[in-house]
T-cell receptor, first 110, second 111 residues
Framework: SQQGEEDPQALSIQEGENATMNCSYK?????LQWYRQNSGRGLVHLIL?????REKHSGRLRVTLDTSKKSSSLLITASRAADTASYFC??????????FGQGTRLTINP | DSGVTQTPKHLITATGQRVTLRCSPR?????VYWYQQSLDQGLQFLIQ???????AKGNILERFSAQQFPDLHSELNLSSLELGDSALYFC??????????FGSGTRLTVV
C-alpha cells in the first residue's frame, strides 16, 4: 500500500513560475524524503526533512512539513525547463521499507 | 553516475521465461532495495536486504525472488514471466544516511 500520496498528479507551468507539490501520508514518521525522476531514469534524492523540522531549504527547493496534518509540500522557485520531471515523496513504513507515492508529473513550458 | 550499477539496461523476453537482474550497490553500502515501476505508475517496493539478510518484504510475487551475496551485489530473479511483468526494475542502495541512491534501472519487456 502507498504511504504517501502526491497532489496534483500533474502540473504544467511556465518557466520562471513557482511550482508547488503536496504529499500526504498516513502514519507517524521519522522523516520525509523527496525525490526527482527524469523520464525513464533512476530517482534522485532531493531533500530530507525530519519530523521535528517544519521547513527546510536547498537551493531553489523549499520543503515544509506539518506532522499534525500528516502533509508536506515541495516548492520549486523560479522554475527552469530542466526541472521537468516527476517528483515523489517517500516515507518509511516500518524501520526499513521506504514507500513512495504515485508522484507529481511536472512540466515546465518555455 | 550514482555509483549503483544495474545490468542489463534492457531485456526483452517471452512469456513463461525466467530472467535475472543484477545490482551492484555503491561502495560501502550494505542495504539494497528493489522496486518495480510499471508504466505511469509509482514505485512498488519489492524487497530489501541488509548485509546478505532479507530485512523487509513488500508486494513481491511468489514468482519473484531475490538474494544478496557476500560481496553485497544483489540479484532479482523473475520467473514464469507474464505480460504484466513488463516494467522498469530499480535497485537502490543505502549507507548510513536515510535516503536511497538509485541505479538507472532495467527495462524489462515481456512479449
Amino acid at each position: 500500500s502507498q504511504q504517501g500520496e502526491e497532489d496534483p498528479q500533474a502540473l504544467s507551468i511556465q518557466e520562471g513560475e513557482n511550482a508547488t507539490m503536496n504529499c500526504s501520508y498516513k502514519t507517524s514518521i521519522n522523516n520525509l524524503q523527496w525525490y526527482r525522476q527524469n523520464s525513464g531514469r533512476g530517482l534522485v534524492h532531493l531533500i530530507l526533512i525530519r519530523s521535528n523540522e517544519r521547513e527546510k531549504h536547498s537551493g531553489r527547493l523549499r520543503v515544509t512539513l506539518d506532522t499534525s496534518k500528516k502533509s508536506s509540500s515541495l516548492l520549486i522557485t523560479a522554475s527552469r525547463a530542466a526541472d521537468t520531471a516527476s517528483y515523489f515523496c517517500a516515507t518509511h513504513q516500518g524501520a526499513q521499507k521506504l514507500v513512495f507515492g504515485q508522484g507529481t508529473r511536472l512540466t515546465i513550458n518555455p | 553516475d550514482s555509483g549503483v550499477t544495474q545490468t542489463p539496461k534492457h531485456l526483452i523476453t517471452a512469456t513463461g521465461q525466467r530472467v535475472t537482474l543484477r545490482c551492484s550497490p555503491r561502495s560501502g553500502d550494505l542495504s539494497v532495495y528493489w522496486y518495480q515501476q510499471s508504466l505511469d505508475q509509482g514505485l512498488q517496493f519489492l524487497i530489501q536486504y541488509y548485509n546478505g539478510e532479507e530485512r523487509a518484504k513488500g508486494n513481491i510475487l511468489e514468482r519473484f525472488s531475490a538474494q544478496q551475496f557476500p560481496d553485497l551485489h544483489s540479484e532479482l530473479n523473475l520467473s514464469s514471466l507474464e505480460l504484466g511483468d513488463s516494467a522498469l526494475y530499480f535497485c537502490a542502495s543505502r549507507g548510513k544516511e536515510s535516503w536511497l541512491t538509485f541505479g538507472s534501472g532495467t527495462r524489462l519487456t515481456v512479449v
